[in-house]
């Protein structure tokens, strides 16, 4: 079975102060870990993934497997980082079923 | 380009009803996925479709159901509503259907069962 567990439902820091949202992940074999968001009034998007080890936003993520973390950070955020952050895995077996977690609500305040 | 689109945006039905909800994936993608999003949670996985096949099945009894048509277009059925059917519907599309293809997801449908 595979599982996602975002801790926190709600993130609230100050504008430059650093973000790191947690992800913990349960999967027998070789995930890929991903970030989705979705800013207010607008549709869920893929923020990045593990295998492309880009940084997107200002945002990074590294795969620990041996913590089973994937967790989000950004060393100063900003309003516009105010969103909705969703942690996502996909296992192995050729299609598309991701499972996500329940959320982490990311407030920036001015 | 519109993304993907789903109709309708709304809908309340009663429970014991049926319902279908329609998706239209971006131009060109040949796979659709289908999630639930109940309040407070994240999306579920209900089905993905390729090529008109079923490639994937998540954890949902058989009141919901599927198909896509040959223009890669897809309806998701659900029969015999519960209360607890009540959520937001989302289609997500993407060029092919292994783990390399991003998807991309519409704005949902949000169904109402009273």
């Known amino acids: 079975a595979q599982r996602v567990t975002q801790p926190e439902k709600l993130l609230s820091v100050f504008k430059g102060a650093p973000v790191e949202l947690k992800c913990n992940y349960s999967y027998s074999g070789s995930p890929e870990l991903f970030w989705y968001v979705q800013y207010s009034r607008q549709r869920l998007q893929l923020l990045l993934r593990?295998?492309s080890r880009e940084s997107i936003k200002g945002f990074t993520a590294d795969l620990n497997k041996g913590e089973t973390s994937f967790h989000l950070k950004k060393p100063f955020a900003q309003e516009e980082d105010s969103a909705m952050y969703y942690c996502a895995l996909r296992g192995t077996g050729g299609y598309q079923k991701v499972t996500f977690g329940t959320g982490t609500k990311l407030q920036v305040i001015p | 380009d519109a993304g993907v689109t789903q109709s309708p945006t709304h809908l309340i039905k009663t429970r014991g009803q049926q319902v279908t909800l329609r998706c239209s994936p971006i131009s060109g993608h040949k796979s659709v996925s289908w999630y639930q999003q109940v309040l407070g949670q994240g999306p579920q996985f209900i089905f993905q479709y390729y090529e008109k096949e079923e490639r994937g099945r998540g954890n949902f009894p058989d009141r919901f159901s599927a198909r896509q048509f040959p223009n890669y277009s897809s309806e998701l059925n659900v029969n015999a509503l519960l209360l607890g059917d009540s959520a937001l519907y989302l289609c997500?599309?993407?060029?092919?259907?292994?783990?390399?293809?991003?998807?991309?997801f519409g704005p949902g449908t949000r169904l109402t069962v009273t």
């Open positions: 997500a599309s993407s060029l092919g259907s292994g783990v390399a293809y991003e998807q991309y």
């Open positions: 593990h295998i």
